[in-house]
C-alpha cells in the first residue's frame, strides 16, 4: 500500500502550512472523528498521479497509521496547485464502493475504416472491492469496435480479480456513430420579396407613365 507521511496540526493556520511547502489536510470516517493533518506538497502531488481517488493510502502519524482514500482536493483557482485534502478513513477488511475512472487505449478499427466515429458515453464506472483491491482506473480496448453495430457494455469490462461491477452491466461505454456528411444547402427562393420587386418596378412605370401623360 501507498504511504504518506502526515502531521497532526493544532491552532496552525492554514496560510503557514502552505507556507512551509505542506498541505492542510484532514481524515474522518470509520468511527474516526475528524482529525486535521498535514501533508509534505510535492509527495502529495506525486502520490495522487499513482493513486487517484480510488487506490488506498495509508497516512502514517508515526504513532498511528490510518488507511485511507482521497475524497476531495480543494485548487487553488489560479495556479490549480491543491490547497486542502479530505481523506475518508477505510477499513481494509471491508468492501468499498467507488467511482473508478475509464482509460480508453487503442484506435478503433470503424475510424480507421472511416466507417464511423467512437462516441466514449461513459468515462467512470462504479465498483465495489476490499480496499487493497482498487483499481487506480479500469483500461477498455477500443479496438474491437469494427462495425456500427459494435458496442462496449459496462459488463464486457475486464475487472481485476476481487473488484466487482456496481454499474448497471447494460449500460453503454462506448459506441460507433456514423459519419454524416454535411450537404450544401440550396438557396431558398423568396418569393415575398420577388413580389414586393415586382409590385415596385410596376408602381415606378406607371408613375413614369403618369408623368409623361401630365407633360403632353
Same mark, same amino acid.
Given at each position: ?15 503557514? /502550512?502552505?507556507? +512551509?511547502?505542506?498541505?492542510?489536510? &484532514? ?6 472523528? +475528524?482529525?486535521?493533518?498535514? /501533508? ?19 497516512? #502514517? ?10 475524497? #476531495? ?11 486542502? &485534502? ?79 461491477? &456496481? ?5 453503454? /461505454? ?15 427562393? #423568396? ?26
Amino acid at each position: 500500500m501507498l504511504v504518506l507521511q502526515a502531521t497532526k496540526r493544532a491552532g496552525e493556520k492554514t496560510d503557514s /502550512v502552505r507556507a +512551509s511547502g505542506r498541505i492542510p489536510a &484532514v481524515f474522518y470516517g470509520f468511527g474516526k472523528e +475528524s482529525t486535521p493533518v498535514s /501533508v509534505p506538497s510535492i509527495d502529495f502531488i506525486k502520490l495522487f498521479k499513482q493513486a487517484g481517488e480510488t487506490t488506498a493510502i495509508t497516512l #502514517d502519524l508515526g504513532s498511528e497509521k490510518v488507511p485511507t482514500l482521497i475524497h #476531495d482536493i480543494q485548487r487553488d483557482p489560479v495556479t490549480g496547485e491543491p490547497i486542502h &485534502v479530505d481523506f475518508l478513513v477505510v477499513d481494509m477488511n471491508k468492501e468499498a464502493e467507488v467511482s473508478v475512472p475509464i482509460e480508453f487505449t487503442g484506435l478503433a478499427e470503424a475510424e480507421k475504416s472511416g466507417i464511423g466515429m467512437v462516441m466514449k458515453v461513459m468515462h467512470e464506472v462504479e465498483v465495489r472491492a476490499l480496499p487493497a483491491n482498487l483499481p487506480h482506473s479500469i483500461v477498455v480496448d477500443i479496438t474491437e469496435l469494427i462495425t456500427l453495430q459494435d458496442v462496449i457494455h459496462a459488463k464486457d469490462l475486464a475487472l481485476p480479480s476481487g473488484v466487482s461491477l &456496481v454499474t448497471n452491466g447494460e449500460d453503454v /461505454v462506448a459506441s460507433v456513430s456514423a459519419y454524416v456528411e454535411e450537404k450544401e444547402e440550396a438557396p431558398v427562393l #423568396d418569393l415575398d420579396a420577388i413580389e414586393v420587386e415586382k409590385k415596385g418596378k410596376k408602381e415606378e412605370e406607371e408613375g413614369g407613365e403618369k408623368t409623361e401623360e401630365s407633360a403632353s
